[in-house]
């Protein structure tokens, strides 16, 4: 697997991330609550109530509510943006299947 870390000092709404292959998102590996989407409107600020697990929904590609690893396992196109979003400082990883 391929990881991609972002250090966050604080909260940060909508991170772009430009995919450069075909690719899945294996899992997510996150030390706060965490929104990884494929549109830049859904992100901590306004996805209002965190699920307790993973929900896929059009534009949201993974919530956690919570620290820890998470397993995904969502496809990626080469070109797509997606929408890294974190409530606060911490450490998040993305692991893609290349």
Not at 19 to 40: F, G, M, T, W, Y
Not at 55 to 80: C, D, K, M, N, R
């Amino acid at each position: 697997m391929r990881p991609l870390s972002y250090a966050f000092a604080a909260a940060r709404d909508g991170q772009a991330l430009v995919i450069d292959r075909d690719c899945s998102l294996v899992a997510v590996e996150a030390h706060n609550k965490i929104v990884v989407s494929s549109d830049p409107a859904s992100t901590i600020a306004n996805v209002v109530t965190t699920p307790p697990t993973t929900q896929v929904s059009p534009g949201v590609i993974f919530v956690a509510a919570a620290a820890g690893y998470h397993p995904v396992g969502f496809p990626l196109s080469a070109g797509e943006t997606v929408f890294l979003s974190t409530a606060g400082a911490g450490t998040s990883v993305l692991f893609f299947d290349v």
